[in-house]
């Protein structure tokens, strides 16, 4: 089976822009969540999708937001960027199956996105 | 809260076995997972524990006692390629919620 595939890989964007990055999950997975990952924060939780709705959501602010498609594909926008959302943004899906209790997630190699 | 802590580096020789602890809050989490991440690389799987106890895999064993919120992350037979940082993860039931800790950036030395 493919990865987990993430485009654009690399992003430079100017402040007060806005941004769309995309993810295709592996083939079957229907759960998709999205990260953050800084230097001096580490890997933050934004968001995850499941079925097309968002089953959970992390502590950023409303200038991020997602979606999920029917697919299972997933996009994540961040409107009116700001320097510190200069970061790798991973994408991981999941399995998501009801007779496991846990399943690990794949990660994509991430989108590394620069905002001047 | 839901705060993970971990070491934030460590050093070992090749060939011999390291230890990476991982302490968390135990109230929002029944599992805790394990991924390894190279440099400029996606995080990549290793482990995870819902019970208490020691789970093997190969060089990678991981262990987790939930009443003390604590769980390390064992590697033996240091290679050269185990050079990365561990990420210790908390989930939360069945989703695809992770928080994790900062992580530990290993590196082996000959």
């Known amino acids: 089976k493919a990865g987990v595939t993430q485009t654009p890989r690399y992003l430079i964007k100017t402040r007060g822009q806005q941004v769309t990055l995309s993810c295709s999950p592996i083939?079957?997975?229907?759960?998709v969540s999205w990260y953050q990952q800084t230097p001096g924060q580490g890997l933050q939780f934004l968001f995850e999708?499941?079925?097309?709705?968002?089953?959970n959501k992390g502590n950023f602010p409303g200038r991020f937001s997602g979606r999920q498609f029917s697919n299972s594909r997933s996009e994540m926008n961040v409107s009116t960027l700001e320097l510190g959302d200069s970061a790798l943004y991973l994408c991981?899906?999941?399995?998501?199956?009801?007779?496991?209790?846990?399943?690990?997630?794949?990660f994509g190699p991430g989108t590394r996105l620069t905002v001047t | 809260g839901q705060n993970i802590d971990q070491p934030t580096e460590m050093t070992a020789t090749e060939g011999a076995i390291v230890q990476i602890n991982c302490t968390y809050q135990t109230s929002g989490f029944n599992g805790l997972f394990w991924y390894q991440q190279h440099a400029g690389e996606a995080p990549t799987f290793l482990s995870y524990?819902?019970?208490?106890g020691l789970e093997e895999k190969g060089r990678f064993s991981s262990f987790l006692s939930r009443s003390k919120g604590y769980s390390y992350l064992l590697l033996k037979e240091l290679q050269m390629k185990d050079s990365a940082s561990y990420l210790c993860?908390?989930?939360?039931?069945?989703?695809?919620?992770?928080?994790f800790g900062q992580g530990t950036t290993l590196q082996v030395k000959p």
């Open positions: 083939s079957g997975h229907r759960s």
């Open positions: 991981a899906s999941s399995p998501d199956s009801p007779d496991q209790p846990f399943h690990e997630q794949y």
């Open positions: 524990n819902v019970l208490d």
């Open positions: 993860a908390g989930g939360s039931g069945n989703t695809g919620k992770l928080i």
């Open positions: 999708y499941f079925s097309e709705t968002q089953r």
